[in-house]
């Protein structure tokens, strides 16, 4: 399991807590699993992804990469540790949620 900066953790915490409220299950589900495909990627590639989601190249940070999983964008940083510093839903307002 890769770690999670504060921020990521957030974001997943607030997406699972909407979609438990709304009595999702299925979403439940399909974000656990779209990160554990995030995360095996990453480990087996961690250079594998993006500068930036395709939408919303001004997302852009140096020593960051994102990868769609799912219906998300997963961001993460090499160093100093590897760590998934974001995740966000696809149609999410991303710019103004980094």
């Not at 299950?25 to 480990?43: F, S």
Request: net charge positive; charged share 30%.
């Amino acid at each position: 399991m890769i770690e999670y900066s504060r921020r990521a953790g957030a974001q997943v915490d607030g997406v699972l807590d909407h979609y438990a409220k709304k009595n999702r299950p299925e979403a439940i589900i399909n974000l656990k699993t779209a990160l554990q495909e995030a995360e095996a990627a990453i480990q087996e590639n961690p250079g594998v992804g993006k500068p930036a989601p395709r939408p919303y190249p001004a997302l852009f940070r140096s020593g960051r990469l994102w990868l769609k999983s799912g219906r998300y964008w997963i961001a993460w940083r090499r160093r100093p540790v590897l760590k998934i510093v974001a995740v966000l839903y696809d149609e999410a307002d991303i710019p103004n949620r980094v």
